[in-house]
């Protein structure tokens, strides 16, 4: 069983703490502490699937590498996140893999356990979906983000979609994000020296302050506006 103190890390998800009770003390019971090193993974891309986990402290990257080694970045995860779902359904292979960031808490289901409560509780299927669907989700907005916004609307968003942990954050409590402009760059699929520009613009407009390897949000709002209401300027592509 997990370290109570635990606990109330996992009620910060808006998944978790809106699963039935009997679903969440499964979980609490059953779950694992893994402590992850800087740029150990949980699982890398092609590895069977073994679990869902839950990041509770630290940072995890969710990432690809190509044919060639070319090395793509998806998203960074900030607490509290759960990860490794996808696989579930379809039973292929890890299509990414996840590295701590820096030392990291992360909780993990195993699937034998998941297996366990999905027999004698198929009505768990529905909440998975939708802990399933909000990725889904997300990467539909992104891929809109990336043909009808403009760079700095999608600076904007993905930033907002950081904060918000990808729609797992019940309530924003941190609005400083640690990340470097050269991984957002990567996220972005621009230059850093573009990012630098649209970060100074924002931070011109008061709206973040940039400090080395991470940024603070001043004026959230008025990100979320940006993120949402600036109508298209190709200048920015």
């Not at 990432?63 to 579930?88: K, M, Q, R, V, Y």
């Not at 609307?153 to 941190?174: D, K, S, T, V």
């Not at 949000?217 to 506006?225: M, N």
Request: glycine share 4%.
């Amino acid at each position: 069983m997990l370290d109570t103190k635990f606990h109330a890390h996992l009620q910060r998800n808006l998944w978790f703490s809106q699963l039935p009770i009997l679903f969440q003390d499964f979980i609490f019971q059953n779950a694992k502490l893994l402590n992850l090193e800087k740029n150990q993974a949980a699982f890398y891309a092609g590895d069977a699937f073994d679990g869902i986990y839950a990041l509770l402290e630290g940072s995890i990257e969710i990432c690809s590498t190509d044919e060639h080694g070319n090395h793509f970045l998806i998203a960074i995860f900030e607490p509290i996140n759960w990860f490794g779902e996808i696989s579930l359904v379809d039973q292929s292979p890890r299509s990414h893999q996840a590295v701590a960031v820096k030392s990291s808490k992360v909780l993990y289901l195993s699937q034998k356990n998941l297996d366990l409560l999905l027999k004698s509780h198929p009505e768990g299927w529905y909440f998975l979906a939708q802990l399933i669907s909000q990725k889904l989700r997300f990467a539909f907005l992104e891929l809109n983000a990336i043909h009808s916004r403009s760079l700095l609307q999608h600076l904007a968003q993905r930033l907002n979609f950081i904060l918000q942990g990808y729609g797992n954050i019940e309530n924003i409590e941190n609005f400083m994000i640690q990340i470097s402009q050269e991984k957002l760059a990567q996220m972005l699929a621009c230059s850093r020296q573009t990012i630098n520009q649209l970060l100074q613009e924002l931070e011109k407009k008061k709206i973040v302050e940039v400090n080395f390897g991470k940024i603070i949000i001043k004026d959230y709002e008025q990100l979320k506006y940006i993120a949402n209401s600036i109508p298209f300027d190709s200048k920015n592509d």
